[in-house]
């Protein structure tokens, strides 16, 4: 429930729904840019390269394309046939639609378990990222759409009427924002809704920013940089999800290699060889794509956005997931020192029996003479 004193009249807002994939080791953005180029049709570049936000320091800037499409409808809401395709350089895309909505907040309520319910756009996400993989070709390096899959959604309200400053709202309109953040039809106990509107900002005092980890609400007549913000911090989740998956599945073949029983093929040139350079290969990769990841944003200057950032992250629990992918890259170093130390040592241990054998064949030799007197 919410203050039946409060009035809030949406006369403009829309539903930013967004779905992030893994799509390759990296992205050569110049020729995405030329490919999507020879595609033309319903394929278009958009202005948002044009207008970059100019306090991210992006090096280099995600290039974001325009497809036109029938979509079906969410509920009784129409999507936006424009969808957007983000590319970043580190091998991700972010798949964007629209859904224009208006009226009051229990419109926003039904809006958000209706886009929960709804499954159409997400599998059209995922083919159109398929579709545009195939068109990109060599732009990608190791195409693949892996399975994860990270959404949220932004409502942004552009042009609202509303009886208290913007930064009240959480008070007065605690229950139904938290029900919206959460797509959740019943009432929330009092500790959900305070955790699901724990994330909040404001800048002036007709603006405020809800940030949870399925969902933001922005009230502000012109949030472009925040919804970037929040795309790319959702991207980066999507990512460090797949990195950590990534990172299990190197230490169990790190494991795997370490831990073989010793047989004769231990022995033979060039298995130790090629057991550290799998290791230092799935090393290498883990650290490059997390430098990448993590790298990618510099919020130059706007002290507003980087807090946005912050926040933003502390709700995805970015922080958490970075510890853990350095623990696991700790990890695999440890195995490759541990194979460079075995290998080591058997190279000692090879030199001492081959040193022993020497010997033992010199002394056969300066025996023979004397048991075989006739050689």
Request: aromatic letters at 8%.
């Amino acid at each position: 429930m919410h203050d039946k004193a409060l009035e809030l009249n949406i006369r403009t807002g829309i539903c930013h729904l967004l779905y992030a994939y893994d799509i390759g080791m990296s992205t050569d953005l110049a020729k995405c840019l030329e490919r999507v180029a020879l595609l033309g049709g319903s394929t278009t570049l958009s202005n948002r390269n044009r207008r970059a936000p100019k306090y991210f320091g992006y090096d280099p800037q995600p290039l974001t394309i325009i497809q036109e499409a029938a979509l079906p409808a969410v509920g009784a809401y129409a999507v936006s046939p424009s969808v957007s395709l983000t590319f970043y350089d580190f091998g991700a895309v972010s798949i964007g639609y629209e859904i224009g909505f208006a009226g009051d907040l229990e419109d926003v309520r039904e809006l958000s378990i209706e886009i929960e319910k709804n499954d159409a756009l997400r599998s059209d996400s995922r083919r159109r990222t398929e579709d545009i993989m195939r068109a990109l070709g060599d732009a990608v390096d190791h195409p693949l759409v892996a399975a994860p899959v990270e959404d949220y959604s932004i409502f942004e309200i552009k042009d609202f009427d509303l009886s208290c400053p913007a930064g009240e709202l959480p008070k007065r309109a605690k229950g139904i924002l938290a029900q919206i953040m959460r797509a959740e039809q019943q009432a929330l106990s009092a500790q959900e809704s305070s955790d699901s509107l724990a994330c909040c900002i404001t800048y002036g005092l007709d603006d405020i920013t809800l940030i949870d980890w399925n969902a933001a609400m922005i009230f502000d007549r012109d949030a472009d940089d925040v919804c970037a913000v929040l795309e790319f911090a959702n991207v980066e989740l999507l990512e460090l999800r797949f990195l950590d998956y990534q990172l299990d599945a190197s230490l169990d073949r790190s494991y795997a290699l370490t831990s073989r029983p010793r047989s004769f093929s231990r022995w033979l040139p060039g298995w130790t060889a090629r057991t550290i350079r799998q290791i230092s290969r799935m090393q290498l990769e883990g650290a490059i794509l997390f430098e990448r990841v993590s790298n990618a944003p510099k919020l130059l200057g706007d002290q507003f956005l980087a807090r946005v950032y912050r926040l933003a992250a502390q709700r995805f629990h970015l922080s958490e997931w970075n510890a853990s992918i350095l623990r696991k890259l700790d990890t695999i170093e440890d195995f490759y020192q541990q194979i460079h130390s075995r290998a080591a040592g058997q190279r000692l241990e090879l030199l001492d029996w081959i040193i022993i054998i020497l010997i033992l064949i010199e002394v056969i030799i300066m025996l023979l003479p004397r048991h075989l007197p006739g050689l």
